[in-house]
């Protein structure tokens, strides 16, 4: 007995990466077109049809991507944040510099991150309609303030580690640091209330944050 020989053609590599780049390319057309839909008309607003249309793309095309509103926003959220909080993840993994100094500059980042009007809209939308749908607050959590608590949590131990801090509760401690970085001038911004958003501004910000910081947790301090 003969066997039939397969004359489907094999995908080659170079055929298989440049699919794989395609795929990439629609799957970012589509998370620009829904952020742009997100911002304007909130989660609750937004729909598939919407989404769809901005991102140029048939319904078809977006449900084989995303199967509902919710793992698009989610996935949305997560490749906005990766970018976001880069800059803050780069500089704790940094070494080298005294700990006051990395606080500062830390905290100097943080505060323009989330000054950044999409960090804005975003956290607006999340904090109006959380109570109505609850996976944009695991999806804010998960792929935003959490993801920042983690490497904060971990670079604050590793100080603490090195005698540079004295913490004990280094997951505690990442977090009285976000809250220290969001006082004055972003829980203001958030309101929309008028507030001295100046580069100096936040400059300064970041220096009375971390002198705070290291007077809770500074070895000359215990």
């Known amino acids: 007995m003969t066997s039939t020989p397969d004359t489907h053609p094999q995908s080659t590599p170079d055929e298989s990466s440049a699919s794989l780049c395609q795929l990439r390319a629609k799957r ?3 998370l620009q077109g829904a952020e742009k839909v997100f911002l304007a008309s909130g989660y609750e607003g937004a729909s ?3 989404i769809a249309r901005e991102a140029g793309v048939s319904k078809g095309t977006l449900y084989n991507h995303f199967d509902g509103k919710a793992s ?5 959220f997560e490749e906005r944040s990766k970018t976001k909080l880069a800059p803050i993840e780069a500089i704790s993994r940094e070494e080298g510099q005294d700990v006051h100094t990395v606080l500062r500059r830390l905290a100097e980042t943080a505060i323009k991150m989330m000054l950044n009007p999409t960090s804005m809209d975003l956290y607006r939308i ?3 309609e959380a109570g109505k749908f609850p996976n944009l607050a695991d999806a804010f959590w998960q792929h935003g303030f959490g993801r920042t608590l983690h490497n904060l949590s971990d670079w604050l131990r590793r100080r603490s580690d090195a005698g540079e801090l004295v913490i004990e509760d280094p997951d505690f401690a990442a977090e009285q640091l976000m809250i220290l970085c969001q006082a004055r001038i972003v829980h203001r911004r958030r309101l929309m209330l008028p507030v001295d958003d100046s580069p100096e501004a936040i400059s300064r910000l970041a220096g009375v944050t971390a002198n705070s910081f290291m ?4 070895p000359d301090h215990q």
């Open 215 to 218: 007077k809770i947790y500074g």
């Open 72 to 76: 698009l926003f989610s996935a949305f």
């Open 48 to 50: 598939m049809s919407q």
């Open 126 to 128: 999340i904090v109006g």
């Open 28 to 30: 970012e057309q589509i």
